[in-house]
């Protein structure tokens, strides 16, 4: 019985002892974790930058690049505003507009959709329409309202279509929306064009038309679109939103 005090004790000390052990097993092991996830991080840190570079050198992203650069020769030319000059910024708007098509068909075609190319592609578009609808104001091409409306719905569109992918959900472009591009880009081009122009298709003979009334009508047309295919959009978010939250809820339950 006199042993037992002392066994007692000892056995406590072995328990502590190994509490201890264990805890600095645990703490070594916690440290070590934090050590891989840090390297783990900067591996992904650097991969991504390689990828990026490599993303923003391969064809699709050249061409939005591209498309980008080609903003200040249109707004060069708009500005000497010659007849000359104007029918040669239409030319090269509507080069960039086929470099537009051009890339997302190489992306897809040579599977090289990027997510440097899913934001650079819908960017080069948005600030070449602002910047030529903004410069041909003064010009008197076209009412500042019409701007004011049509970048207005572009960016909420833009703003509801971020918060959709933050959400985990896709609103793609309806009839609506491709009808409002093509009228638009259309309407850009003979604004840009800007004076009245012999036109004949051989087949036959239009006579002179004045581009700036033809891009005017155009524009009035899209802007229809714009606000119908804007309340398709809205509609389509809060369908899907409430979807989710029925998901969850269920989930939950």
């Known amino acids: 019985m006199a042993n037992e005090p002392v066994i007692s004790r000892r056995s406590k000390r072995a328990s502590r002892q190994a509490r201890r052990r264990a805890r600095r097993a645990a703490a070594k092991s916690r440290a070590q974790a934090r050590r891989d996830l840090r390297k783990e991080r900067r591996q992904l840190r650097a991969q991504k930058r390689r990828t990026l570079w490599q993303d923003a050198r391969n064809l699709p992203n050249l061409l939005t690049f591209l498309r980008i650069l080609m903003i200040p ?3 060069v030319l708009l500005e000497r505003g010659g007849p000359k000059h104007c029918f040669w910024a239409a030319v090269v708007y509507s080069a960039a507009a086929i470099t537009d098509v051009l890339d997302g068909w190489l992306a897809r075609r040579q599977g090289l ?26 010009m008197g091409r076209i009412p500042a309202w019409i701007v004011v409306v ?6 909420t569109i833009t703003a509801l279509r971020s918060v959709a992918s933050s959400e985990g959900l896709i609103i ?19 604004l840009i064009a800007g004076y009245p122009y012999n036109f004949d298709l051989w087949v036959y003979d239009f006579g002179r038309i004045d581009f700036v009334h033809v891009g005017r009508m ?12 804007a ?23």
């Open 73 to 75: 020769g249109v707004l």
């Open 218 to 229: 155009l524009i009035y047309l899209s802007i229809v679109f714009s606000i119908t295919s």
């Open 113 to 138: 959709v990027s997510v440097l190319g899913k934001f650079l592609d819908p960017l080069a578009d948005k600030l070449i329409v602002a910047a030529v609808l903004v410069w041909m104001v003064p």
């Open 231 to 253: 309340a398709s959009y809205m509609q389509l978010f809060v369908e899907a939103i409430e979807a989710k939250d029925k998901r969850s809820s269920a989930v939950s339950l």
């Open 172 to 190: 793609s472009a309806g009839a609506g929306g491709k009808l409002k591009t093509a009228l638009q880009m259309v309407g850009i081009i003979a």
């Open 150 to 155: 049509l970048l207005s719905r572009e960016i």
